[in-house]
């Protein structure tokens, strides 16, 4: 649009109006407009208290209308008096930046609010101001006051109020400061102080017009991302792209806490539990709000689904209302990765073909009419649940199962009926999903746990511990190699001198020939024997086009000092490349059989950085597979508990842990 062209500009007639628009065009003076007054609904009606229910375009309605049927360009408002959403075509073109966000206090004879008498009679047109003033002095009268800041002012004159709540920018906009008591540190509306201006969606000569002073051009965006139930392996990759993205993240309660270490964003945490909120839902608007207007590129990361009893709906109407871009990602939600996890399908041919998911925290019980029932945030109300289900026509004996920390490692399950729930009392640890229906009774077990224990593996790897039961694996020790192992360099310069070569893993193997490769060209000529311990070291070897002249099955030390004196081997010289903490059990072993050994550290056996530490109470075994498992699970835990059943890979670590003073030790 040519800057010479002349702009149709509506607005109500108030005097304080007039000067918004005054005040936006002081921002623009290259642009020729023409005035156009309108009275609003509220205006013409102002025996309607803003304290009662009103329509939310009380005072932009008829404005609106004009610039939909072209009568006016555009409207300007104060953005607070904007309804959620604008009518349909209509676009906030242009925010301008607040004059003044906060709340004034003015009363006869200038008395502050603190020392008002009691039963003083206070005015104000808002239900936040009203909320804030009551906090304060819950002696006071309320009373609710229309028209224009004057009116209002004249009321105090006129001794039918004693003081006045109004937006500081107001009175600064009328040149009417020295009417101004205190300034209020409330709360207060986010868009209180700005000014908006209205135009018609396809309008894109009116959003370059005023595009240059338009302040959302500047803010930045939120992302509600769905962290899932729990387990970071389930969260998606749109979730984690926009993780790694965020300059601000604000976070529930992720219960692996540690994912977030490794990005760059500051973390706030803003979680809620049942009667333990960090902040609430309006602080973590607030929050969300703030940080994007600064410009800031923000994650909202909530378990489950954002949309689905997360607040995810109050959040985005909260964040596009004051004009922010919101962007949702979908996660999984706990119900769904819970019928996933437990192979429970909620819905199952000729039993189930309608689910529900309900909120189990309220204390009025909802029972929707749908086959399966998943509630949500019912562990502190499992018995109303039931009461309510079987008042609902529901059979007594209907199958119920209660999951506990869905996907982490410590899930729990249990199994019950209504019936039994009603009378349980006992203390199931939270949080807790509930499922109701005869799907359960696909899977249900006698007793209330499923038989199949929780088995904690805190070696490397899992996938033969299997057979034990419900396998947790939180690896306690973490393989690494050098970056330059100088020592292992110079014992394969002269690989030629020995007679043995002896693996007692396969990561002696992997880091072994890792050194090989990078000091291939003067490698010494080995032709001696292979010896390995088990069949995952063997494997190893045979990647690397080995096979083993023997391989010992029984994995542990004494087997390997057997199977040397059965080769009654003298004499000979033995390398072994081994990690930087191994026992010297094998060695001594082999020096007492006349063998000459040579030990090389070729990797490094240390504590995960990122250790997870499982509650304990829903562990029922534990796998131990070499000593540095025992000496990093004390460093973590402080003890090994003897009530649970213990294992251990091969005589040397059950024996290490007998020295831990652990009694009863299984041997695998």
């Known amino acids: 649009m040519p800057h010479s062209t002349l702009i149709n500009v509506i607005s109500r007639r108030s005097k304080l109006a007039l000067l918004q628009v005054e005040e936006v065009f002081q921002l623009y003076p290259h ?30 309605r008829e404005l609106d209308e004009a610039v939909l049927s072209g009568i006016a360009d555009i409207a300007v408002h104060s953005a607070k008096d ?10 906030v073109i242009a925010l301008t930046e607040a004059l003044d966000q906060t709340d004034a206090l003015t009363s006869r004879k200038n008395i502050k609010l603190t020392e008002l008498p009691p039963n003083s009679r206070i005015g104000t047109s808002s239900t936040l101001r009203k909320k804030e003033l009551l906090q304060l002095r819950p002696d006071i009268q309320i009373v609710p006051v229309r028209g224009t800041i004057e009116e209002r002012l004249s009321l105090i004159d006129r001794g039918e109020i004693d003081a006045l709540v109004v937006a500081t920018c107001a009175l600064k906009r009328l040149g009417l400061k020295n009417c101004i008591t205190q300034i209020l540190l409330f709360e207060t509306h986010p868009l209180q102080g700005n000014l908006a201006i209205v135009a018609r969606k396809e309008r894109s000569d009116l959003k370059a017009l005023f595009s240059s002073q338009n302040i959302i051009n500047g803010y ?5 991302v769905g962290f899932g139930p729990g387990n970071p392996d389930l969260l998606t ?31 706030i945490y803003v979680g809620k539990r049942s009667g333990q909120h960090s902040k609430s839902q309006d602080e973590i608007n607030r929050l969300m709000l703030e940080s994007a207007r600064k410009g800031n590129n923000v994650v909202r990361l909530k378990g489950g689904d954002p949309m689905i009893f997360a607040h995810g709906g109050e959040e985005v109407e909260y964040l596009q209302s004051n004009f922010i871009q919101v962007e949702v990602i979908p996660g999984i939600s706990t119900g769904n990765a819970m019928a996933a996890l437990s192979k429970i399908s909620l819905t199952y041919r000729n039993i189930a073909s309608s689910v529900a998911f309900v909120s189990g ?9 749908a086959d399966t029932l998943v509630y949500y945030m019912g562990a502190s109300n499992l018995r109303n649940i039931a009461r309510e289900v079987i008042a609902q026509d529901r059979k007594p004996e209907t199958p119920v199962m209660l999951v506990y920390h869905v996907s982490l490692d410590d899930q729990k399950e249990y199994f019950t009926t209504l019936q039994e729930l009603l009378a349980d009392k006992t203390l199931y640890p939270t949080p807790l999903i509930i499922i109701i229906g005869d799907v359960v009774g696909l899977r249900h077990h006698s007793g209330k746990e499923l038989a199949k224990q929780n088995v904690l593996v805190t070696g490397t790897t899992s996938e033969e511990y299997t057979h034990l039961g419900n396998i947790i694996h939180t690896p306690l020790i973490e393989i690494k190699g050098y970056d330059e192992n100088y020592e292992l360099y110079r014992v394969i310069e002269g ?26 060209w003067t490698a010494g000529y080995f032709s001696g024997y292979n010896f390995s311990i088990g069949r995952s ?13 023997v391989q010992v099955e029984e994995q542990d030390s004494y087997g390997i000092i057997n199977a040397f004196s059965k080769e009654k081997a003298s004499v000979a010289n033995v390398l072994i490349p081994r990690s930087d903490i191994a026992l010297d059990i094998i060695p001594k072993g082999l020096r007492l059989l006349g063998l000459n050994v040579k030990t090389v550290k070729a990797y490094r056996n240390v504590l995960p950085e990122k250790s997870i530490k499982v509650n304990l109470s829903y562990i029922e075994s534990i796998v131990f597979s070499s000593p540095s498992c025992v000496d990093n699970f004390l460093k973590l835990y402080g003890n090994i508990p003897n009530e649970k059943t213990i294992y251990a890979k091969g005589k040397v670590t059950r024996k290490y842990l007998e ?5 009863s030790i299984n041997i695998i």
């Open 31 to 60: 642009v020729n407009y023409r005035l156009i007054e309108q009275e609003s609904f509220g205006d013409k009606n102002k025996q309607l208290s803003l304290l009662d229910s009103h329509p939310t375009d009380i005072f932009t």
């Open 82 to 91: 904007l309804p959620y959403p604008l009518s349909e075509g209509l676009e």
């Open 220 to 224: 930045g965006k939120v992302t509600l």
């Open 237 to 267: 990759i749109a979730g984690e792209r926009a993780i790694r993205k965020a300059d601000i993240i604000f976070y529930d309660d992720l219960l692996d806490k540690n994912y977030l270490k490794d990005f760059i964003a500051t973390l």
């Open 361 to 369: 925290h309220s204390p009025n019980i909802q029972v929707p009419n």
């Open 495 to 520: 690989l030629s001198s020995f007679d043995y070569l002896l693996f007692t893993s396969r990561y002696a193997v992997h880091y072994f020939f890792d050194s090989l490769k990078k000091k291939i």
């Open 537 to 549: 070291t063997s494997n190893e070897l045979h990647k690397h086009g080995i096979i083993p002249d």
């Open 659 to 663: 020295e831990k003073g652990i009694t």
